[in-house]
C-alpha cells in the first residue's frame, strides 16, 4: 500500500506533543509491515537537517494562495533506521520560528502557513510520482488536504483512488480562522463557506470540522474517547459534526514504540532494567534523588512524578487546590517536569519555594529527562480533565512506575484500579474531576507504598501488558483496507 502521512509533528524531527510520536511510529511500523510510506511535516527552522541527513532536493513549486504565489522547496530523507521517507516542505518565511506553531495558541497567521503546507503537498506527490492508496491527516494543521484534493485534483489520476482518513489527536486544538482570508489562500468559491457548510463554525472556518466532515474515515485516539466526543462536555462544540459522522468514527488506542521507551534498551539510562531487575530502578530514583539534592532522611518517601503539559487539561486546577494540603503532610516527594500556562508554573515554583525537600521541579521540555524520571519514580501522575489518550501512563506502565490517573479518554483503556484483596490492577484511577477523589488517590498511593509486596505486584502487571505500536499500526492497516475496499 501506497501510504501518505501529513502532520505538523513527527518525532524526531519535530515534537510538541503526543502526536509526534504517534506519527513517527506508524509511518516506521508501516513500513517495517512491507508499505511504502511517505510522511510530509513543514521544515521548521528549528530542525537540524544535517543530524537527521535531510537533503535539500531540486524539486521547488509555486504554490497559489490567492493573491500571491509562494515558492515551496523540498527537503528529503529517512526516519532514523527506517526504510519510510521524510519529506520536509520548505518556504522562506512561513516556518521561520523556533518552534512548531506560530504561538502555542493558534497564531494569527497559522492559517497562511498551513494553507500553503496543505496545498503544497499534492503537489509534492506529483513532483515525486507518488501515488498515494491512503492519505492519512493528522489534527486539524493537515486538514484542508482533503477538500483541496477533492476539489481541485478530482481529475489528477494520481489521486483517483486516494482514501482518506483524518486522525484526532485533540478536539481542543480546533484552528479557527477567518473565512475571507482562507477562502482567499485556499481558493475554494465562497458557497464553501456558508453557514452550515463543512468549513463553517459559529461564522468562522474550522479547520478542526472540515477534517471531521471530508474524511472518508476517523480515527481517535482511543475507544473511550471516541464514545466521549459524542457529548458536549468533551466535545469541544464539534458534537454536531462528530455525531453526523458516527458510522465512520473509530477509536485505535495509541501504543508505545518500545525502541524508544523501554527499560532494558533506554539509552538515557545510566542503567538498565526489567522486571527481574527492579532493584536497580531502586538505584535510579536514589540516584535521581541525590543529583535533586533531595536530603537523605527523605529517600525512602515515594518519588510521585508528573511529565506533561502544565495546562488545565492536565488536571492542574484540581493540583492547584490540593497540593500544599498534600505536600505540608511530608509523605512523599512530588517531581515536575514540565512547561505550560504561566500561572501554573508559577503554583509550581511556589510550591517548591515552600516545600524545597519534597518538590523537585525542571520548568522545561527535555526528552532524555523524562525518560530518566519516568524511570525513577514510583507513581505517575496524570489526573486529567480529558485525555483524549495519553501516551505518558503506557511508558509508566512498562518502566515499573505506577500510574495514578483520573479515569477519562485513553487512561481509561489503559489504567484500572488496583484492588489489593484480588491482587489485579495497574494503577490508581479515580472516576470523577474532583478535587477530592485525587487527594484519595494520592494518600491511597502513599498507603500502598508501605507494602512492598502490594507495589510489587502492581509494577509486575504493568510491565507485562503489551501496549506495542505495531499493534495500532495494523489496526491503521485493517481500516485503510476497509477505506479502500469500499471504493471498488
Ligand atoms: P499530549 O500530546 O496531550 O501533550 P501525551 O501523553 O499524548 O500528551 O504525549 C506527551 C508526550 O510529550 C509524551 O511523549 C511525553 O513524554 C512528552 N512530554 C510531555 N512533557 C514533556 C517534557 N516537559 N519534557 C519531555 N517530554 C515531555
Redesign the pocket.
Known amino acids: 500500500m501506497n501510504i501518505l502521512l501529513a502532520a505538523a509533528e513527527i518525532n524526531p524531527f519535530a515534537k510538541g506533543?503526543?502526536?509526534a510520536?504517534v506519527t513517527s511510529y506508524l509511518c516506521i511500523e508501516w513500513a517495517e509491515m512491507g508499505h511504502d510510506v511517505v510522511a510530509v511535516l513543514p521544515s521548521y527552522k528549528a530542525i537540524d537537517k544535517s543530524a537527521y541527513g535531510l537533503v535539500e532536493t531540486e524539486i521547488s513549486f509555486d504554490v497559489s494562495m490567492g493573491f500571491s504565489k509562494e515558492k515551496a522547496v523540498v527537503y528529503r530523507g529517512t526516519f532514523p533506521n527506517s526504510s519510510a521517507k521524510i519529506y520536509l516542505i520548505g518556504h522562506e518565511e512561513f516556518f521561520d520560528e523556533e518552534y512548531v506553531y506560530g504561538d502555542r495558541n493558534e497564531d494569527e497567521d497559522d492559517d497562511r502557513r498551513f494553507i500553503f503546507f496543505n496545498k503544497a503537498i499534492p503537489e509534492l506527490c506529483k513532483a515525486i510520482n507518488f501515488k498515494p492508496d491512503i492519505l492519512n491527516c493528522h489534527d486539524y494543521h493537515t486538514s484542508f488536504v482533503m477538500p483541496i484534493l477533492k476539489t481541485q485534483y478530482q481529475s489528477e489520476p494520481l489521486f483517483e483512488r486516494t482514501g482518506t482518513i483524518f486522525t484526532i489527536?485533540?478536539l481542543s486544538y480546533q484552528g479557527i480562522y477567518d473565512k475571507y482570508r482562507v477562502m482567499d489562500f485556499t481558493e475554494m468559491k465562497h458557497k464553501e463557506f456558508e453557514v452550515g457548510s463543512w468549513f463553517e463554525h459559529e461564522g468562522k472556518v474550522n479547520f478542526m470540522k472540515t477534517g471531521i466532515m471530508y474524511a472518508d474515515r476517523i480515527i481517535t485516539v482511543s475507544p473511550t474517547y471516541a464514545e466521549e466526543i459524542k457529548e458536549p462536555y468533551y466535545s469541544e462544540g464539534m458534537q454536531d459534526a462528530i455525531n453526523s459522522r458516527l458510522r465512520d468514527i473509530t477509536g485505535v488506542l495509541n501504543g508505545v514504540n518500545y525502541r524508544i521507551w523501554d527499560p532494558k534498551i533506554d539509552i538515557f539510562l545510566s542503567k538498565n532494567y526489567n522486571s527481574e531487575s527492579l532493584e536497580i530502578k531502586e538505584q535510579l530514583k536514589l540516584e535521581y534523588l541525590e543529583e535533586s539534592k533531595i536530603p537523605s532522611k527523605k529517600h525512602h518517601l515515594p518519588l510521585i512524578s508528573f511529565?506533561?503539559?502544565l495546562t488545565e487539561?492536565k488536571g492542574l486546577d484540581i493540583i492547584e487546590n490540593k497540593i500544599n494540603k498534600l505536600l505540608s503532610t511530608n509523605k512523599f516527594i512530588l517531581a515536575v517536569?514540565?512547561?505550560g500556562q504561566e500561572k501554573y508554573e508559577d503554583l509550581i515554583i511556589e510550591a517548591k519555594n515552600q516545600f524545597p525537600n519534597n518538590v523537585i521541579l525542571h520548568l522545561?521540555?527535555?526528552?532524555g529527562?523524562?525518560h530518566r524520571l519516568i524511570a525513577a519514580s514510583d507513581f505517575l501522575l496524570m489526573p486529567s480533565k480529558f485525555e483524549p489518550?495519553?501516551?505518558?501512563q503506557m511508558?509508566a506502565l512498562k518502566y515499573g512506575t505506577i500510574p495514578i490517573v483520573r479515569s477519562t479518554g485513553g487512561l481509561a483503556d489503559t489504567i484500572t484500579n488496583y484492588i489489593s484483596e484480588k491482587g489485579i490492577g495497574n494503577g490508581i484511577s479515580f472516576p470523577h474531576y474532583n478535587r477530592d477523589e485525587f487527594e484519595a488517590a494520592i494518600r491511597k498511593a502513599v498507603d500502598l507504598y508501605k507494602s512492598k509486596e502490594h507495589i510489587e505486584i502492581i509494577r509486575r502487571n504493568g510491565m507485562e501488558e503489551n501496549h506495542s505500536s505495531k499493534r495500532c499500526a495494523k489496526k491503521y492497516i485493517e481500516i485503510f483496507k476497509e477505506v479502500l475496499d469500499n471504493k471498488d
Open positions: 506533543g503526543g502526536m510520536d489527536h485533540n511529565v506533561n503539559r487539561q517536569l514540565g512547561e522545561k521540555y527535555d526528552e529527562e523524562a489518550c495519553g501516551l505518558t511508558y
